[in-house]
T-cell receptor
Framework: GNSVTQMEGPVTLSEEAFLTINCTYT??????LFWYVQYPGEGLQLLLK???ADDKGSNKGFEATYRKETTSFHLEKGSVQVSDSAVYFC????????????????WGLGTSLAVNP | DAGVIQSPRHEVTEMGQEVTLRCKPI?????LFWYRQTMMRGLELLIY????????DSGMPEDRFSAKMPNASFSTLKIQPSEPRDSAVYFC????????????????????FGEGSRLTVL
């Protein structure tokens, strides 16, 4: 079956530290991969995405590369800020001719990040 | 543009009472999703609609839960009777249909979430 596994949190970093949040997946077919972010008291919002192998998604200084050989989509940022404190969710979607117009996302459990000044 | 609008933002009720959560999706989006978020189970998809028609309701926990979408701009999630284990944050999300750019069909599937309705059942 399809699944997403994220590293457990919480992750606590000091400002300007390097961030990596690991995400691995299992999927039948060819998934699109996503990172969503949830700031305190808000809904989730798309942070970045990649739709095929070797694609790199990037936004707001965050990056993730779709690695088919290791079935991974790790989230990285070179220098975190206090404002990056949030919960980060990795997700996948199987779609295409065989999967049909399947709009369901398979979600990881989320990784909480706290950045201290 | 207004985002996905949910109401109420907070609801506290007693066990056995009926709860109705409301959602207005972004105009032009033809998919609407209801999610439930708890610490124990994370983010769960309850049901989603396409063009007001329920496509997949396999995540609806039990008969106490029902969802409707009478038109393209409004949906409700109803719990009757409510139980303490229903306490959670309920999110509504919407997304736009596939579109063509330069002859290529693009379907990002990006979800736009509301701010959520926090339900507490005592």
């Amino acid at each position: 079956g399809n699944s997403v596994t994220q590293m457990e949190g919480p992750v606590t970093l000091s400002e300007e530290a390097f961030l990596t949040i690991n995400c691995t997946y299992t999927a039948t077919g060819y998934p699109s991969l996503f990172w969503y972010v949830q700031y305190p008291g808000e809904g989730l919002q798309l942070l970045l995405k990649a739709t095929k192998a070797d694609d790199k998604g990037s936004n707001k200084g965050f990056e993730a590369t779709y690695r088919k050989e290791t079935t991974s989509f790790h989230l990285e940022k070179g220098s975190v800020q206090v404002s990056d404190s949030a919960v980060y969710f990795c997700a996948l979607r199987i779609w295409g001719r065989r999967a049909g117009n399947n709009r369901k996302l398979i979600w990881g459990l989320g990784t909480s990040l706290a950045v201290n000044p | 543009d207004a985002g996905v609008i949910q109401s109420p933002r907070h609801e506290v009720t007693e066990m056995g009472q009926e709860v109705t959560l409301r959602c207005k999706p972004i105009s032009g989006h033809d998919y609407l999703f209801w999610y439930r978020q708890t610490m124990m189970r994370g983010l769960e998809l309850l049901i989603y609609f396409n063009n007001n028609v329920p496509i997949d309701d396999s995540g609806m926990p039990e008969d106490r839960f029902s969802a409707k979408m009478p038109n393209a701009s409004f949906s409700t999630l109803k719990i009757q009777p409510s139980e303490p284990r229903d306490s959670a944050v309920y999110f509504c999300a919407s997304s736009f249909p596939p579109f063509r750019t330069g002859g290529k069909l693009t379907d990002t599937g990006e979800l736009f979430f509301g701010e959520g309705s926090r339900l507490t059942v005592l």
